[in-house]
């Protein structure tokens, strides 16, 4: 049981290039969520869906896009990469809103 | 708007030594849910625990237990006997059941890193 599965875990981007980060779970969770972890910040929430075809934004949204077409599949898109956005990227699923979430093994990005 | 404050930055300790970390936190909310988050240094979040608000009663889990008080706001995290293991970043996180249908608000705190010298 694979869990949740982010990719990559480490990426290098230049200012104003957009990427891709994936994230795919396999335990039939309704909720998916991206965060970003900074240091002194905690894990700050920057999307979410509770489901397939709905999403929501976080705390953090600016400079990111979701969609969720399938149950498995949350993918986060950057637009046009800043230095503001190095940071740590974890994915993560629960079943619902008030079950224990679990996360990727994280996304290490650096936008130079 | 929900809040979860962790106080202590970080905290060293000597091995065996018993330590406590904090976590207080703000919700409008009557049902919520607390959980505790162990991050430790090759980064991945392991889960610990979870308390629902209607549940105010100690939790134990080896060297591991949790004080849960309304009262106060606090779901306070105590590691008996520490280990060097324990170093961690531990979080504290809060979700409210009640932020709406189709809503979700997964709250972090800062973190509290916990580094036990041998």
């Known amino acids: 049981n694979a869990g949740v599965t982010q990719t990559p875990k480490f990426q290098v981007l230049k200012t104003g290039q957009s990427m891709t980060l994936q994230c795919a779970q396999d335990?039939?969770?309704?909720?998916m969520s991206w965060y970003r972890q900074d240091p002194g910040m905690g894990l700050r929430l920057i999307h979410y869906?509770?489901?397939?075809?709905?999403?929501d934004q976080g705390e953090v949204p600016n400079g990111y896009n979701v969609s969720r077409s399938t149950t498995e599949d949350f993918p986060l898109r950057l637009l046009s990469a800043a230095p503001s956005q190095t940071s740590v990227y974890f994915c993560?699923?629960?079943?619902?809103?008030?079950?224990?979430?679990?996360f990727g093994q994280g996304t290490r990005l650096t936008v130079v | 708007a929900q809040k979860v404050t962790q106080a202590q930055t970080e905290i060293s300790v000597v091995e065996k030594e018993d330590v406590t970390l904090d976590c207080v936190y703000e919700?409008?909310?009557?049902?919520?849910?607390l959980f505790w988050y162990k991050q430790p240094p090759s980064g991945e979040l392991v889960f610990l625990i979870r308390?629902?608000?209607?549940?105010?009663q100690n939790e134990i889990s080896g060297r591991y237990s949790w004080n849960f008080q309304k009262s106060t706001s606090s779901f306070n995290f105590t590691i008996t006997a520490s280990q060097v293991v324990d170093s961690a970043v531990y979080f504290c996180?809060?979700?409210?059941?009640?932020?709406?249908?189709?809503?979700?608000?997964?709250?972090f705190g800062k973190g509290t890193k916990l580094s036990v010298i041998p």
């Open positions: 993560a699923s629960s079943r619902d809103s008030y079950t224990e979430a679990f």
């Open positions: 335990m039939n969770h309704e909720y």
């Open positions: 869906s509770v489901g397939a075809g709905i999403t």
């Open positions: 919700t409008r909310d009557t049902t919520y849910y």
């Open positions: 308390r629902n608000s209607f549940d105010e």
């Open positions: 996180a809060l979700s409210e059941a009640d932020s709406g249908a189709g809503s979700y608000q997964l709250t």
